[in-house]
């Protein structure tokens, strides 16, 4: 009976693994949140960063927090620097200087502009009603990024209003994402 347990546990954690990030666009998300308020995660990246595609090999394909994305947040992939057309709290973002003939670097999205996005990636969160947490630039591993999903999920930013609140809270923060 064991056995059978631990492989079930085993089966389904490569099953999410396998799955992956649950990615959708700014629209879905804000819609899925109308249904099910979550926080919205926004990946913000461009095709040219390299950490940007570290992220996706080494952080984005962890079982632990492709499990905890998926329950917790709705996940955007938003390329920073793309053509694509967002419809975002009653405004519409466009690219309007994206040029197609480009292999690398681009213009920057208007709603790169409106999240005071500078870096790449930039992750962002966003609350329950899509109102802008705060943004995150830089690469971080699983367990780095893990402080950070686990904080803003559970509101506890909300307490932290000095720098020794802050570094009081890392201290004790008990990881629990495996690298």
């Keep these: 009976m064991k056995k059978i347990l ?7 954690s490569l099953s999410i ?10 629209e879905e998300a804000v819609k899925a949140q109308k249904v099910t308020p979550k926080k919205i995660f926004v990946d913000a990246y461009t095709v040219w960063c390299g950490p940007c595609k570290l992220l996706d090999k080494n952080t984005f394909s962890n079982p632990d927090l ?5 329950e917790y947040y709705y996940a955007v992939k938003f390329n920073a620097e793309g053509n694509e057309t967002v419809n975002f709290k009653g405004k519409k973002y466009t690219n309007p200087g994206f040029n197609p003939n480009s292999n690398g670097r681009n213009s920057a999205h208007e709603l790169s502009g409106f999240f005071g996005i500078r ?12 109102d802008f947490i705060t943004p995150l630039p ?3 591993t699983p367990t780095q990024l893990e402080l950070y999903l686990k904080m803003f999920e559970k509101d506890d930013h909300k307490k932290l209003n000095s720098q020794e609140k802050f570094n009081e809270y890392t201290t004790n923060f008990k990881y629990e994402f495996k690298e």
């Design 138 to 140: 830089g690469y971080r």
């Design 6 to 12: 631990i492989l079930t546990i085993t089966l389904f």
């Design 119 to 130: 870096a790449y990636p930039t992750l962002l969160f966003l609350d329950e009603k899509a």
């Design 17 to 26: 693994s396998a799955q992956g990030i649950n990615w959708m666009s700014f």
């Design 66 to 70: 492709i499990a905890y994305m998926n």
